[in-house]
């Protein structure tokens, strides 16, 4: 889909004159080894989660403090997986 200057009736505009998003936009990111999700020595405070810990979402399959369970495994439960997602987007 391409920003439009013209919105048909019953549309919803979703980016503005620059071409930015007019409404929030998320991201999912699938990190095995949490790379992402977790602070290391390497990151000086750069992780994911420490620079957005207001808008960011952890899940895990096993309980952890700060982390959300979740027991769908997306890398061999494809369908199931997806078809969460889209629940949540109805939601």
Do not use: H, W
Request: hydrophobic share 40%; proline share 2%; aromatic share 10%.
């Amino acid at each position: 889909m391409q920003a439009s200057d013209t919105v048909e009736e019953g549309e919803v505009k979703l980016f503005d004159e620059k071409g930015a998003p007019l409404c929030p936009v998320g991201q999912i990111i699938f990190d095995m080894n949490g790379e992402y999700a977790n602070a290391n020595m390497q990151d000086a405070g750069t992780a994911i989660f420490e620079q957005y810990k207001d808008d960011t979402v952890r899940y895990s399959v096993l309980e952890k403090t700060d982390f959300r369970v979740m027991k769908i495994n997306f890398f061999e439960e494809v369908e199931a997986g997806f078809n969460m997602i889209c629940q949540r987007i109805q939601e």
